[in-house]
């Protein structure tokens, strides 16, 4: 059976923490929320519990899982840091959105690193997710909660359905802060590989390391397992346009026929029911945050296919851009 408990990242019980824990430590698995997306966790240096996470979301078992850490003093206990060059001046991301790939000291469970030599290492900033670390005495290893190839969960209102009965305990903690998943780099001497951009962008790594670089710019990089496979999709087919004009041009070709998800100020030239709304262009805050629960809700809705606005822009917007991308389908002009 599932417990479920209400503490969230800023407020929560100890009693909360403490069952939770219990969970972990007994090879248990736990939802909770993170202050990018839910994850779905378990005692990292158990292999059996870690298998268990596998299975339950229907994941390779090549791709390896992210270990949440609370504190640089525990990494240092799975992961050689010797190499990285300003660690330091790195480890101030933390707590926050960013995994940092480090080779493995051969602690942490071979099925958490998929046999890799290298492991996936973040402090996330939600005082929960760090209490609980704390409490089980362990590191965390959790990939985000949702099915294999599922956009990423947000909201513990979408959890029930995918995970009632099949994990010991959900924190049912509301929306979580940022909506996209860390950002994953893989440093090198005094350069630094972007393996999955995220909410902390290019700029913000160029003061660390003299060269910073996206893997999607690379023809012959080394690549996060994960980026192989299919991802954050929807169930139905979701289309994305080549531009704003071809999406309207679209929907005024065929009115009402497909679900839209697209930024309020697109919206507001459409007008109608079929509507989305990421939020404003302005806030790519906002965007990155309400992207996942779009894909879902499109899902959940009536309509058989949609259409999502291809969005342009630096920064964050490129890291929203490369989820969009692999949610949907990209259509040229005239396709529909
Ligand atoms: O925000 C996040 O990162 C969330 C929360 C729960 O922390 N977690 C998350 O985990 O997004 P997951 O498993 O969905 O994505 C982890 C990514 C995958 O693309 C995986 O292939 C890559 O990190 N990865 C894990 N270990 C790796 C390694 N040793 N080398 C290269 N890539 C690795
Ligand atoms: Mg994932």
Redesign the pocket.
């Known amino acids: 059976m599932t417990k479920y408990l209400t503490s969230n990242c800023d407020h929560f019980k100890s009693d909360d923490i403490g069952f939770a824990s219990n969970a972990i430590i007994n090879d248990g698995v736990v939802i909770f929320p993170?202050e990018?997306?839910?994850?779905i966790g378990a005692d990292a240096l158990s292999d059996n519990a870690c298998k268990k996470i596998f299975k339950i979301k229907e994941r390779p078992m090549d791709?390896?899982?992210?270990v949440?850490a609370s504190s640089t003093r525990e990494i240092e206990k799975i992961a050689s840091i010797k190499d990285v060059v300003n660690f330091e001046a790195l480890s101030k991301l933390w707590p926050g959105?960013l995994?940092i790939?480090l080779p493995s000291l051969g602690v942490i469970s071979s099925s958490a690193?998929a046999g890799?030599d290298?492991?996936?290492i973040?402090i996330?900033d939600c005082n929960l997710a760090l209490e609980l670390i704390r409490m089980s005495g362990v590191p965390i290893a959790?990939?985000?909660?949702n099915l294999s190839t599922r956009p990423?969960i947000t909201d513990s209102a979408y959890l029930k359905k995918n995970f009632d009965g099949k994990v010991d305990v959900i924190f049912d903690a509301g929306k979580t802060r940022y909506g996209i998943?860390?950002t994953?780099i893989?440093p090198k001497g005094d350069s630094c590989l972007i393996?999955?951009p995220?909410i902390y962008t290019e700029d913000d790594f160029k003061g660390i390391f003299t060269k910073v670089t996206f893997s999607e710019n690379l023809v012959d990089s080394p690549r996060?397992?994960?980026?192989k496979y299919r991802h954050y999709s929807p169930s139905k087919k979701l289309y994305m346009p080549s531009s704003v004009e071809e999406l309207i041009k679209i929907e005024k070709k065929w009115p009402g026929k497909y679900a839209i998800i697209c930024s309020s100020e697109t919206g507001k030239k459409i007008g109608g029911k079929n509507l989305l709304l990421l939020g404003s262009r302005n806030d790519p805050y906002e965007i990155a945050s309400k992207l996942y629960d779009s894909l879902i809700k499109f899902d959940m809705s009536p309509y058989e296919e949609g259409l999502i606005e291809p969005l342009s822009g630096s920064g964050i917007y490129l890291s929203i851009m490369n989820r969009i991308k692999k949610a949907a389908i990209s259509i040229q002009e005239g396709e529909l």
């Not at 990018?36 to 994850?39: F, M, P, S």
């Not at 959790?142 to 909660?145: G, H, M, R």
């Not at 996060?224 to 980026?227: C, D």
Request: charged letters at 10%.
């Open positions: 993170t990018t997306v839910y994850g791709n390896p899982l992210i949440h959105p995994t790939i690193t890799q290298t492991v996936a973040r996330p959790a990939p985000s909660a990423s998943e860390s994953v893989l393996l999955r995220g996060s397992p994960g980026t």
